[in-house]
């Protein structure tokens, strides 16, 4: 149906800025997509981006166009949805969405198996620690391992992940041990945090008698890449709070050693975001279902 193809191109065209961006979302080539652009406005008779050397923009037409077409691939995709729940070989493409670690350990190694039971269904998986735009990014699924904003999507919630603060031996001989949730806010201890834009964790709560304790921590190194936050304390270069999961191997070689056990942070809510009609469609479920399953068994330590 090259129509329709020539509407999603045009849609992911308009939400990813570029004609090059958007076909390769679409696993299509520049010069095809480029194509299907050209054969819509020949069929509409309009024109519907305007093309400079640096930038490609929407016209006035073709931001109201984008507006009703994008009702009716949704209208479509649903419709597609529901006459795939009367099959037995459900098919189509699910867009995935997981922070760096979680997704490699819990989710990227699932993936195979899925598509082993389900051939039909096509499985495009993106790993990034940063905050995505479900919608701008086109995600259908959107797994997440900490806070959940506020928002009108569908939260299901899939396992609590115990955190540690963790160090090396080398480090605690050099720096000391601390012994209360205060002694990381000397200025002998370095944090390693995690941070990038709109970075929830400028700061880590602790759990203790008296209930959770906010920290201002202050560091030399953050990055947007949890990994990272952990080779850095297996080198002795500071503490880094991280899901139990994530060091359980260097913590039982003792390549690093919990610190403060008595106060930990407070666990980090692993589970997954979605529209609220994501979930009609038996694809989106079967994944989810089969995701949630694999991961609580790969994450329950």
Same mark, same amino acid.
């Given at each position: ?153 569908? &939260?299901?919630?899939? $396992?609590?992940?115990?955190?540690? +603060?963790? #160090?090396?031996? *080398?480090? =605690?001989?050099? @720096?000391? %041990? ?77 390549? &690093?050693?919990?610190? $403060?056990?008595?106060?930990?942070? +407070?666990? #980090?809510?692993? *589970?997954? =975001?979605?529209? @609220?009609? %994501? ?23």
């Amino acid at each position: 149906m090259p129509y329709l193809e020539s509407l999603r191109v045009f849609l992911r065209v308009v939400e990813l800025g570029s004609i090059t961006a958007g076909g390769r979302d679409l696993r299509l080539t520049p010069a095809v997509a480029s194509k299907r652009i050209k054969e819509l406005e020949a069929h509409l008779g309009v024109r519907l981006f305007n093309r400079t050397t640096r930038r490609l923009s929407p016209t006035e037409v073709g931001r109201e166009f984008y507006t009703h077409a994008r009702r009716v691939i949704a209208a479509l995709d649903e419709a597609e949805a529901v006459a795939a729940g009367f099959s037995d070989n459900p098919r189509g493409t699910i867009r995935v969405a997981a922070p760096l670690g979680i997704g490699r350990r819990a989710i990227a190694p699932h993936i195979p198996d899925f598509t082993d039971l389900y051939p039909g269904i096509d499985v495009r998986l993106r790993l990034t620690d940063r905050r995505i735009d479900m919608f701008e990014d086109s995600i259908d699924l959107a797994f997440n391992l900490g806070d959940f904003p506020d928002s009108d999507l569908k &939260l299901r919630l899939i $396992l609590d992940c115990p955190r540690v +603060l963790v #160090a090396s031996p *080398g480090y =605690l001989a050099q @720096h000391g %041990t601390p012994a209360h949730p205060e002694d990381l806010l000397r200025d002998a201890h370095n944090c390693l945090l995690l941070r990038y834009p709109r970075s929830p964790e400028y700061f880590w709560t602790l759990q203790t008698k008296d209930g959770p304790q906010k920290l201002d921590v202050r560091g030399r190194f953050d990055a947007d890449d949890g990994d990272v936050l952990t080779d850095w304390a297996r080198d002795g270069r500071g503490i880094a709070n991280r899901p139990r999961f994530d060091v359980a191997t260097a913590l039982a070689a003792g390549d &690093l050693v919990e610190v $403060l056990p008595d106060t930990p942070p +407070l666990p #980090a809510r692993f *589970g997954c =975001l979605f529209a @609220h009609r %994501t979930l009609q469609d038996p694809k989106m479920r079967l994944f989810l279902d089969f995701i949630a399953d694999r991961a609580r068994a790969s994450l329950s330590l």
